[in-house]
């Protein structure tokens, strides 16, 4: 899945709390609706925990269709997070970026979609990893 439009936020962040309502909303039957607000949510402190090591990217493809990440979504990149085994990242083959699942054990660059095959990268001099996606967010309503 290659990436475009890399950007990072953190010379721009500004508080901008939202109210946070306190029931959930059902994704299945129908609830009773709620008034209550439980409080503001600042979604710069809920998504961004490290703002001078975090970036935007868009994706592009359908590599990681099988975990949710879809063509257009938005990934929060973090470069402070842990690289651990499973953990979806930003990588930077041959100066190209694109984004994956660290298999840490096999060495190995994983899709989340059987078109497309993992990519080796033990003993790849040409291999960085640029972060770890913390958060990926797809948008709905295409007005």
């Known amino acids: 899945m290659p990436l475009t439009h890399i950007h990072n936020p953190a010379a721009l962040l500004q ?16 609830s009773a609706a709620d008034d209550f607000i439980e409080r503001s949510l600042d979604l710069n402190e809920f ?3 490290h703002p001078a090591s975090t970036f935007f990217a868009w994706a592009q493809g359908e590599s990681l269709r099988d975990i949710g ?3 257009g979504d938005l990934l929060i990149v973090d470069r402070a ?3 651990s085994q499973g953990a979806v990242v930003v990588a930077a083959i041959d100066g190209e970026l694109t984004c994956k699942i660290l298999d840490v054990r096999h060495k190995k660059l994983l899709s989340a979609n059987p078109d497309y095959p993992p990519i080796e990268v033990a003993g790849r001099e040409d ?8 958060y990926s967010i797809r948008k709905h309503h295409r007005a």
């Open 81 to 83: 997070a842990a690289r």
């Open 47 to 49: 998504l961004i925990k």
């Open 15 to 30: 508080s901008l709390k939202l109210p946070l309502f306190s029931s959930k909303v059902s994704a299945g039957f129908p």
């Open 127 to 134: 291999l960085l990893i640029e972060g770890v996606v913390v």
């Open 69 to 71: 990440i879809h063509d």
